[in-house]
């Protein structure tokens, strides 16, 4: 994180990227969630991405390195 006056900024270092998608069904996604846990933990932030990206099957969804910026005001 880098803070500036009253602003904590947080970008992922390195790439982010989930399993190819499966089942022959294709997907919007509109928003993200970071938590504490990869099952059963505690969402700390959602946030809406800048474009809604669809996903067919066999596309895998990657976020890369500091595109994931979060800030807290």
């Known amino acids: 994180p ?5 602003t904590q900024t947080a970008k992922n270092s390195a790439n982010i990227e ?5 089942g022959g069904a ?4 509109t928003h993200v969630f970071v938590a504490d846990a990869s099952s059963s933990g505690n969402i700390l932030f959602v946030g809406a991405l800048d474009a809604n990206k669809t996903i ?3 596309d ?3 976020i890369n390195t500091n595109n ?4 807290l005001n």
């Open 60 to 62: 895998i969804f990657r």
């Open 26 to 29: 294709t997907y919007t996604v």
């Open 68 to 71: 994931l910026v979060i800030q």
């Open 18 to 22: 989930f399993p190819a998608s499966s």
């Open 2 to 6: 880098s803070a500036s006056t009253d």
């Open 56 to 58: 067919a099957s066999g």
